[in-house]
């Protein structure tokens, strides 16, 4: 009876050893499922300069390096820094630095007028380029063993190479695509060791004509998944019929495979709206191929589907499960829009409908940071430009960082995605694919833009070249037309007669688009780029000696119309279906016309801080339903009291009253999209104008002469700040009289201290020709304004941002951090 017992409760161990390893090994497969993106931005060490990196021939292979193989130059020193982790104290030389990321260190340099330095003043806006290093250690657990586990680099700039633990791992030219590797074999897990990664940025040459940067300038990311997965930018959602009842729901979806024995698997997607709520569900079964990748097909359908537009950004997802044996190993998620998009003869139709194009070129940089852009100050420049009217986006002149399209999707503004360089060789064709398999599930974007102004437009063999890269395109996503932004050679060489939507930077002042129109009859044709006005904040004078450019209109570029009076041609000629303002935002680099001491352009209608221009209301009063009257210039001229000065004025309404103290000088009637101008005798008070709509008085702007600065005002986007340590506080800075007025002309230095979780990241002013430190604790106001750029910590509190000016009343701000 005894033995039996034994034998018995011997089993009955045995069984829940058995079943306690299988509960065991159905964590580990669960533990396998989890699809992990984890930030990888924190706690990066940066050296600028190059450094000397010898590669060693081992017994073992090619392509490591030794373990003493990097040798840092410094004044004082040579220090060695090894690749092998329990070695890497040598790092911590003065030389190295620790950053987080994004980071531009072209930013952090000094202005100089030295082309041999690499201080272009086009590419870099007479900021040095250069070589730079980045180094990070990193831990990988036990628990990852057996996942697939990869890197990826949203952007770099530019030519950058990258090595993990002394294996090299491959070079990236291209500093407006994604890079990605595969770490699995070579990192170490659990006690084997930390993970070292070194990047080496090269940034000597230039892309563009404007200014891009230096580093690693975007989000990376640590990806961990099962070996059987979706592969990466690995699904496609369409819409191939949309009615008001239903939408046709097509969802094509790549898993790979990256063992050696078929996967027998299940592929589970949900359609689900913006609340999470399941409207349809498809399962697919399917074996996968040993070392292979398989598209699978899958049609579901969305009920009386709610559409998107730039005014209901409406959004789903499709939530993707891949199962083996009723678990599931891998997940991923898509967000796509119910839209319907066509160009053609008669203009750009968005649903169904007629939708003229409010849009705005954009290059990536903003005040203090360059073109290390967090993702509120992304989003920050999305909310002016909706502010204004603007419903369209153009990314000049290249694809952008993925979280502004997803900030696009999400606030609804339409894109055009646009590839940076003409070139159909092998690097050419991999950077255009890039971005039409990452971005192609974005309702926003409603057009391909292939190039822009590219020299060999209009000849055979750019027409050659542009069919490769069309022929790509309409494979990759037959959704969309693809256009090139052209502003010569549209009529030779058949170049044009390659695209599906001829695009037309300005229209040549004769306006070529309307003549092309009838000689060209099936010829589809959308302004692609207008205006090029060229202005500086404040500014009502020329002075070539400090580089600004009046509001005025006393210089404008010849191909170009002025502010708003490029919409009236969208007015008269729907069929050209829109337009991209050259600019919205002015941006480092390209100063026109001048060029030192200039450091940024004068194109935009804002500033580079955004801070909007007189230019602005032009756009605000053309694209948006709002009363608009603007007057300018300010009304601060000492010293001309009597003299003639002509008084501006931007509206849409029908007629403008304009007074001077009171006293009407005359009503004038108002011509949709220009300005109206009057000319008085200057005298020293209060300019006020007064918009009238079927003469009802429905706006007033006013201009005031005022008294000398007296104090400084502090204004932030926001009251809290996530506690993240990347959140930002947008903070104006205004420098104001005693009645609390901004005083137009001031150029007072405020210096900023702050205290509590946070830093300050950048300053700026708009001017463009200041040679200040954007990375620095004071700036100088610019007309009046300045710009403090503050960044959260990874810890709650309450940051408290002051700011003194020697003989000014100072000011101060709270903002939590929660």
């Known amino acids: 009876m005894f033995k039996r017992l034994i034998r018995y409760c011997s089993i009955c161990f045995f069984l829940m050893l058995c079943a306690i390893k299988g509960i065991s090994q159905n964590a580990q497969q669960i533990g396998l499922a989890k699809r992990t993106k984890e930030s990888f931005d924190f706690n ?38 090894y690749t092998d982790v329990d070695k890497a104290a040598a790092f911590k030389a003065e030389d190295w630095k620790e950053v987080n990321l994004p980071h531009d260190w072209c930013v952090e340099g000094t202005f100089v007028n030295d082309n041999s330095i690499g201080s272009q003043p086009a590419a870099n806006g007479y900021l040095p380029g250069g070589i730079g290093f980045y180094r990070k250690e990193f831990e990988i657990p036990e628990t990852d063993k057996g996942k697939k586990i990869s890197i990826e680099f949203d952007g770099i700039f530019r030519n950058s190479t990258v090595w993990v633990n002394g294996q090299l791992l491959g070079n990236h030219q291209s500093g407006y695509t994604p890079s990605n590797y595969d770490l699995t074999d070579i990192l170490r897990y659990g006690n084997e060791g930390k993970n070292v ?3 080496k940025v090269d940034a000597t040459e230039y892309e563009g004509w404007w200014y891009e940067g230096c580093g690693i300038y975007r989000h990376v990311w640590l990806n961990k998944t099962n070996q059987v997965h ?27 495979n990256e063992l050696g024995v078929v996967k027998n698997i299940t592929l589970t997607s949900k359609i689900v709206d913006n609340k999470g709520v399941v409207l349809d569900t498809k399962t697919s079964s399917q074996a996968i191929e040993p070392f292979s990748t398989t598209e699978i097909s899958q049609k579901g359908t969305i009920q009386k589907p709610l559409l998107w537009s730039p005014e209901t950004p409406n959004l789903y997802k499709v939530l993707t499960e891949v ?37 705005t070129c954009n290059h990536q940089d903003f005040a203090g940071i360059g073109v290390a852009l967090p993702d509120k100050i992304n989003e920050y420049k999305l909310k002016l430009l909706k502010e204004v009217g603007c419903n369209a986006y153009r990314c000049s002149h290249n694809p952008p960082t993925p979280e502004l399209l997803d900030m696009c999707d999400r606030m609804g503004l339409l894109v055009l995605d646009e590839n940076r360089m003409l070139s159909s060789s092998e690097e050419g064709k991999n950077d255009l694919t890039t971005m039409l398999y990452r971005d192609r599930n974005h309702p926003c974007i409603f057009m391909w833009s292939m190039e822009n102004e590219e020299p060999i437009q209009g000849t055979v063999t750019g027409a050659r070249i542009l069919k490769t890269l069309v022929d790509i395109t309409h494979k990759i996503d037959p959704t969309r037309p693809v256009t090139a932004a052209m502003n010569h050679g549209r009529n030779d060489g058949g170049y044009s007669d390659v695209l599906d939507v001829v695009g037309y930077n300005y229209g040549d002042k004769g306006l070529a688009y309307v003549k092309d129109h009838e000689k060209y009859p099936n010829r589809v044709e959308f302004c692609t780029e207008a205006t090029s006005f060229v202005s500086t904040r404040g500014e009502y004078n020329n002075d ?20 708003g009076e490029d919409w009236a041609d969208i007015v008269k000629y729907p069929y050209l279906g829109g337009l991209f303002v050259w600019t919205a935002f002015d941006y480092r680099g390209e100063p026109t016309p001048y060029q030192w001491p200039c450091v940024t352009s004068h194109f935009g209608f804002m500033d580079i801080c955004g801070f909007p221009k007189d230019g602005y209301y032009a756009y605000k009063a053309a694209w948006t339903n709002e009363p608009v ?18 008084v501006h004025c931007y509206t849409n309404c029908d007629e403008v009253e304009l007074l001077l103290n009171g006293k009407r000088i005359s009503m004038q009637k108002a011509i949709p999209y220009t300005k109206l101008i009057w000319k008085l005798v200057y005298k020293p008070g209060k300019l006020e104008a007064r918009g009238y709509k ?38 104006k ?56 750029l503050v960044q959260s910590y990874k810890q709650a509190g309450e940051i408290k941002l002051k700011a003194f000016s020697k003989t000014l009343k100072g000011d101060e701000l709270t903002i939590k951090v929660q």
Do not use: M
């Open 44 to 81: 990066w060490q940066f050296h600028k300069g190059d450094i000397a990196i010898k590669r060693a021939v081992k017994a073992a292979g090619y392509g490591g390096l030794t373990d003493v193989n990097v040798k840092v130059e410094t004044n004082k020193e040579v220090v060695i820094a």
């Open 230 to 256: 979706v592969d990466r930018f690995g699904t496609y959602v369409t819409t191939p019929s949309i009615s008001t009842d239903e939408a046709a729901i097509s969802i094509k979806t790549n898993i790979k």
């Open 544 to 563: 070539c000696g400090k580089g600004f450019v009046s509001n005025l209109g006393l210089w404008q570029p010849n191909w170009g119309p002025l502010p």
């Open 197 to 199: 990664i070194l990047v």
């Open 694 to 731: 079927g003469g009802k008085l429905v706006t007033t702007d006013v201009v005031e002469t005022t008294t000398a600065p007296a104090q400084v005002g502090l204004n932030s986007d926001c009251t809290t700040l996530k506690a993240d340590g990347c959140d930002v506080a947008v903070i």
């Open 629 to 646: 009257v603007h007057i300018f210039p300010h009304w601060n001229w000492p010293g001309r009291k009597g003299d003639s000065i002509q």
């Open 323 to 359: 199962s083996e044996n009723g678990i599931v190993i891998d997940n991923y998620q898509t967000t796509f829009g119910v839209r319907t998009i066509e160009i053609n003869r008669n203009g750009v139709f968005l649903n169904g409908k007629l939708y003229p194009v409010k849009g």
């Open 733 to 788: 800075v205004s420098i104001k009289d005693s009645k609390g007025r901004v005083v137009p002309v001031a150029d007072d230095l405020v210096t900023f201290s702050i205290e509590g979780p946070g830093k300050i990241i950048g300053t700026g002013n708009g001017n463009p020709s200041s040679h200040e430190p954007d990375k620095a604790s004071q700036r100088k106001a610019f007309n009046g304004y300045c710009l403090v």
